[in-house]
């Protein structure tokens, strides 16, 4: 099997380089439209949250 696959790579050099344009074309491309922060936003994520409890003083 892999040396049916070697062979025709062998015998279509042009469709396998045309392939392998649009392949890292692709790659190209997507690394492209990526989209990345430079400065990630780090600023404090704060939570409160609120409860009752009876017969409970309020502590900080």
């Given at each position: 099997m892999i040396a049916k696959l070697i062979a025709w790579s062998a015998r279509n050099l042009v469709l396998i380089f045309v392939a392998?344009?649009?392949?890292?074309?692709?790659?190209?491309?997507?690394?492209?439209?990526?989209?990345?922060?430079?400065?990630?936003?780090?600023?404090?994520?704060?939570?409160?949250?609120?409860?009752?409890y009876p017969g409970q003083a309020p502590q900080v």
């Open positions: 392998t344009a649009l392949t890292v074309g692709a790659g190209v491309y997507a690394l492209r439209t990526l989209p990345l922060d430079a400065i990630p936003d780090l600023s404090d994520v704060q939570v409160i949250v609120l409860t009752d």
